[in-house]
């Protein structure tokens, strides 16, 4: 436990070295990594969201591809193809995606045919050309931004595709104060990305991984994750609620933030901080919440409410 809390302590202060005033969206960031999991950064334009996937990049001694998402992108480019050689036999060439560490940059801007090539690699971290199944390094994550669908160029990501990111978190804009900072930094003769070098090796994210799979779930912890996603599929508000794989994912997203805190079990304060990043980007409002001016996040605040918290016991 205390190797793992001197790690990403490490983790954390190295990207604060170009990631100003975000605390709780890095935490949240290598939550998702501890849990295996790939992670949407949805925000407007401007606000550092591919910086912070690059800073988490650089700070890992993994493999790092990033792709840039444009209408003309195909899927072969994503997953890869196979040409014939010299000799006439076959040969594959591997894609952008055969990588430990994937930046899918404005993934929103290209058709949902190319987006769907993802699926089989987020789920099951393997591709398949041509009958031909290509396993991928571990630790393998996918760091996809966008921005919001209602700018120019973009297509909205399918709902079997939104189910499969493990949680989806936004930047904001930063703090006065923090902008200052920011600007101080940047406006400098060196840039700050630069200056960062890997503080983790894959070996130490895959036994943290490992770690956070054995952090303890008590029988009450995982009752109140199926109350909270039971109550999401029986509510007007919602045409599409928490599917399965969402409360095994709120579940490992709970591990994760209790191992972040240096803890080897969890208490119900994990599964509150983590089911809005979790949950809320599979949920589709109906008409009547939208009607009532009503977001995913003030929905799931509301059934929470409505969900009895199970005591701690000490």
Avoid: W
């Amino acid at each position: 436990m205390q190797h793992s809390n001197a790690i990403l302590s490490a983790l954390k202060q190295n990207i604060a070295k170009v990631v100003v005033g975000k605390d709780d969206v890095v935490e949240l960031l290598l939550t998702a990594l501890l849990c295996e999991g790939h992670i949407l950064i949805e925000d407007v334009p401007g606000v550092g969201k591919t910086t912070l996937c690059s800073a988490l990049a650089r700070s890992l001694s993994c493999s790092f591809k990033r792709i840039q998402f444009t209408p003309d992108i195909t899927p072969s480019d994503i997953t890869g193809y196979t040409v014939p050689s010299i000799t006439g036999e076959m040969q594959y060439r591997p894609g952008a995606i055969l990588s430990q560490i994937v930046l899918a940059d404005e993934i929103n801007r290209t058709s949902p045919k190319t987006q769907s090539a993802l699926l089989e690699v987020m789920e099951e971290r393997q591709v398949t050309v041509d009958g031909v199944t290509y396993p991928l390094a571990r630790p393998f994550m996918v760091l996809a931004t966008q921005n919001p669908v209602d700018f120019v160029g973009t297509y909205p990501l399918p709902e079997a595709q939104m189910d499969r990111f493990f949680m989806r978190i936004s930047i904001g804009y930063p703090t006065v104060e923090d902008e200052m900072d920011i600007l101080a930094r940047y406006c400098g003769a060196s840039a700050p990305m630069q200056t960062l070098s890997a503080v983790c090796s894959a070996e130490d994210v895959l036994s943290m991984q490992q770690q956070v799979k054995g952090t303890y779930a008590s029988p009450e912890v995982r009752a109140y994750v199926a109350a909270i996603c039971a109550a999401t599929r029986n509510t007007p508000y919602l045409t599409l609620g928490a599917s399965t794989r969402a409360a095994i994912a709120l579940v490992r997203a709970a591990q994760g933030n209790a191992l972040l805190c240096g803890r080897d079990y969890i208490i119900p304060e994990d599964v509150q901080r983590m089911a809005a990043p979790v949950l809320c980007h599979r949920f589709v409002l109906s008409a009547d919440a939208r009607m009532r001016g009503y977001t995913e996040q003030q929905v799931l605040s509301e059934l929470m409410g409505g969900v009895r918290i199970p005591v701690r016991l000490k």
